[in-house]
């Protein structure tokens, strides 16, 4: 009798020891399958890339590199270098300015961004700068400009009369780019994308001479289809495509313009 107490107290102790260890497993393989979830929610994430994010930082990573300059600190002052409100980016993008020697167009920069959030233009205006100068790019897609028509809204008259003031005070040479997606028109007034692209450049430029930006300083230009901003793949591209680009010229820039004739004030060698 005490032998077969004693096997059946071992058999019960042994059966316990066996069901803490499978709840010991159990937990370990909760917590494996926790981090396989959060994995895969990382590469999703990652997976969804913002185009015009990582546009913008590898320009920034490309200036840093070039000029051996470092990255200023958000507290150094200024909103960053960049300002972006592209539908696929709901918050703005700030990647902090290069410090050192004092970057062109920094204050006609930090004004225009301003103004773009002041009026919650995030969406519809998008301020960034490249190596050729600063750019402001209009989202033509019924919001400046009626579709498949170089007639200036109301809306972009205003935007035009509001920043103005900053393109004629910054003494720059502009140019003015036209845009537009890779689908085709064909209307007895725009034939192609060509056309259609040209008279959108023209009409900015018209408006802004009447604003009061000095006509010598002004150049239109259309491009078409054929410089995207980013790839025409989607409907949300596309928008970012139809676009008038306002482009405050760097002074390296502006000396490759042909027949560009020297700006008052500013110094050339």
Known sequence: MAMAKRQQAGGEGHGGHETAGMMRWLITYADMITLLLALFIMLYAISTLDI??????????QALFAGGETPRTQSGGGKGLLFLGAPESQKPLVVSLLEGKKPEMHDEEEALERYVERKGLEQKVLVHREERGLVVSLLTDGIFFVVGSAELSEEAKKVLREIAPVLKAS?????VEGHTCNLPIHTLRYPSNWELSVARATAVVRYLIACGVPPHRLSAVGYGEYRPMVPN???????LNRRVDIVLLSESARKAEPFSPPLKGVKTP
């Not at 003494?171 to 140019?175: D, E, G, L, P």
């Not at 793949?233 to 928008?239: F, I, L, P, Q």
Request: positive net charge; charged residues 45%.
């Open 52 to 61: 015009q994010r990582f546009k913008a930082l590898v320009e920034e990573f």
């Open 171 to 175: 003494n720059r040479y502009i140019r």
């Open 233 to 239: 793949t989607s409907e949300e591209n596309r928008r």
